[in-house]
T-cell receptor, first 115, second 112 residues
């Protein structure tokens, strides 16, 4: 089945220790998104890739970076995690087509704990 | 700046009841609206997508409507079941960018 995969599902890191979260997709979608969701809050968009073009939200901290080496993979790098970065990180994809249907498909998420 | 709200924040109903969840958005210049379901500690599952030119979409026991001019969407769930218990989120994509803006969600509990 075509899907969005996130690894690992649970990640524990130490305060200040860099961490990378991974997302892959078999949907061949050209747009990939990273969201941060804290407990009982709405998902908040951090950034997205439209093909190879990176689009950063204005209020995304510099501590968060992303890489997309190819269509299938996208990574979220947190350079120096703080306690406030503990959250669920959600990856999503969508396809930009001629008829412009932008339905988003989400992965299961990675829950990040910062100790 | 687009803002999305959802009412009620939480809802508890007995099994078998029909129910309506509400979503409101401040900027009516939207491209589409999507309803999601989220189980505790899990990712989001897409339920229905309504394009700005559409009035409603149906899938099984779910029906979503869109009134773009008034900035509202409703999700109607017929004959609710305990398995419907989850948080329901709506998200709008505006005409200006690629991003979606989410509402805070409605936490639904269906009691057996």
């Amino acid at each position: 089945d075509a899907m969005v995969i996130q690894n690992p599902r649970y990640q524990v890191t130490q305060f200040g220790k860099p961490v990378t979260l991974s997302c892959s997709q078999t949907l061949n979608h050209n747009v990939m998104y990273w969201y941060q969701q804290k407990s009982s809050q709405a998902p908040k968009l951090l950034f997205h890739y439209y093909d190879k073009d990176f689009n950063n939200e204005a209020d995304t901290p510099d501590n968060f970076q992303s890489r997309r080496p190819n269509t299938s993979f996208c990574f979220l790098d947190i350079r120096s995690p703080g306690l406030g970065d503990a959250a669920m990180y959600l990856c999503a994809t969508s396809r930009d087509t001629m008829d412009r249907v932008f339905e988003q498909y989400f992965g299961p998420g990675t829950r990040l704990t910062v100790t | 700046k687009q803002e999305v709200t959802q009412i009620p924040a939480a809802l508890s109903v007995p099994e078998g009841e029909n129910l309506v969840l509400n979503c409101s958005f401040t900027d009516s210049a939207i491209y589409n609206l999507q309803w999601f379901r989220q189980d505790p500690g899990k990712g989001l599952t897409s339920l229905l997508l309504i394009q700005s030119s559409q009035r409603e979409q149906t899938s099984g026991r779910l029906n979503a409507s869109l009134d773009k001019s008034s900035g509202r969407s409703t999700l109607y769930i017929a004959a609710s079941q305990p398995g419907d218990s989850a948080t329901y989120l709506c998200a709008v994509r505006d005409n200006y960018g690629q991003n979606f803006v989410f509402g805070p969600g409605t936490r639904l509990s269906v009691l057996p």
